[in-house]
């Protein structure tokens, strides 16, 4: 995490490196499809200059598995989040349900965000 917080912290100079940038800026965030076991999504954030090099889930062919279900990217070093997408989704159930008994109206969340998908074929 330390490599992460770094990068974003001087993300002004990596900007100005010389070098093309061959990665989404701010990164990628990948998980699995609940309903299709064998399909995982990345959603790239961040500008790159075309020639973009992306690293998604990991799937282990031997154990017929994936390495995680949840996991984000920055620059090439890859983190498996899961245990904090559990918390956090412990954490949603319990403010929604709450909003949702104080609003007479109830609530709806609409975000699109630019997403592309690959499933493994076994």
Not at 45 to 65: F, I, P, T, W
Not at 78 to 92: A, G, H, L, W, Y
């Amino acid at each position: 995490m330390e490599a992460f917080r770094h990068y974003i912290q001087h993300l002004r100079q990596e900007l100005a490196k010389p070098e093309s940038i061959t990665t989404p800026v701010w990164g990628s965030l990948s998980w699995v499809d609940p309903s299709d076991k064998l399909k995982c999504y990345t959603a790239m954030l961040g500008r790159s200059d075309g020639k973009v090099q992306n690293y998604s889930c990991v799937y282990d062919r031997q154990e017929q598995k994936w390495v995680s279900h949840v996991a984000i990217n920055i620059k090439g070093t890859s983190f498996n989040i899961d245990p904090v997408v559990e918390e956090i989704q412990r954490t949603k159930s319990f403010v929604f349900q709450w909003l949702s008994d104080k609003s007479s109206k109830g609530m709806s969340i609409n975000v699109e965000y630019p997403v592309f998908a690959m499933r493994i074929e076994i």
